[in-house]
């Protein structure tokens, strides 16, 4: 069996779930691809699951209302260990990276992590992971009863649906009694997408000028074409943008159908976050920039007065 957490808001699966289904699938292992959907209220998730993998678990209960590292951790180890799972692939998000380890050392398993592609040596699992700050792939490999692996996110095409149903189960869990209580949660509202789900992403660099331009330039194109927001490093440590907006290798890995980069140099760092975008779309006043090495469509020239001109062009559409 191969064992995938799936990664969800309550109501839907996240992009990331459906890119782990297609690691799964062509990690070369046999067995049911199983979704383990934990959660309280999560029907509506599991069923939408069930679209995507052969079985789905579904773990629905109180002390899973609020995500906790030791308790997805045991949850996951148990499921992992009487469903006799060879390989657990979670999310290389922020909590998955926290709580991943843990399910390694409870299964006594190998730990690969931000894995970007998978496949199988014998009866060992490889994967392939950037290092030296993207500049190199490195493969790495374990072997074991069980092998615990992250994939990074936007790393592989979203799975399609099967066409079939998959079975669904519920589970009895034994959760441990959290150490940490959760007395509040405050979640960040906005109508714009979200950046690792968006088809569309436009980014800005510190070409375009300050705060006040990106706001008038990123934020106004993304607004007009329903795109998400991303941003440079550079621009999130100078102040401009919040972490959350960065792409990049120390920000978010994204691979949308289209992303327009605004004033952005095209630092290898960056380019490791949005290289296997399908379309890119490049601005830029310096044509030696190495954004446009990788860019589909490149137009040299000055944001401040191309941007506004594709705005209103939007807004006519």
Known sequence: MILIVAEHNGAKLAKSTLEMVTAARESGREGPVTLLVMGQGVAEVANEAAQYADQVLVGDAAGLAQYTAEVWAAATAQIAQEGEADLVIIGGSRSGREYAPRVAVKLDAPYLEDAIKLSSNGNAVQAQRYTYLARVTETVEGEGAVVVVTVKPGSFNPAQPTGATGEQYDVDLDLPAPRVEVTGKSV??????????????????????????????????????????????????????????????????????????????????????????KNIVAINKDAEAPIFKVADYGIVGDVNQIVPALIEAAKQR
């Open 188 to 277: 960040e509202k906005s109508s714009r997408v979200a950046l690792t789900e968006a088809d569309v992403i436009v980014t800005g660099g510190r070409g375009v000028g300050s705060p006040e331009n990106f706001a008038s330039m990123v934020e106004g194109l993304a607004d007009e074409i329903g795109a998400g927001v991303g941003a440079t490093r550079a621009v999130v440590d100078a102040g401009w943008r919040p972490y959350a907006e960065q792409v990049g290798q120390t920000g978010k890995t994204v691979q949308p159908k289209a992303y327009i980069a605004l004033g952005v140099s095209g630092a290898v760092q960056h380019l490791s976050g949005m290289g296997k975008s």
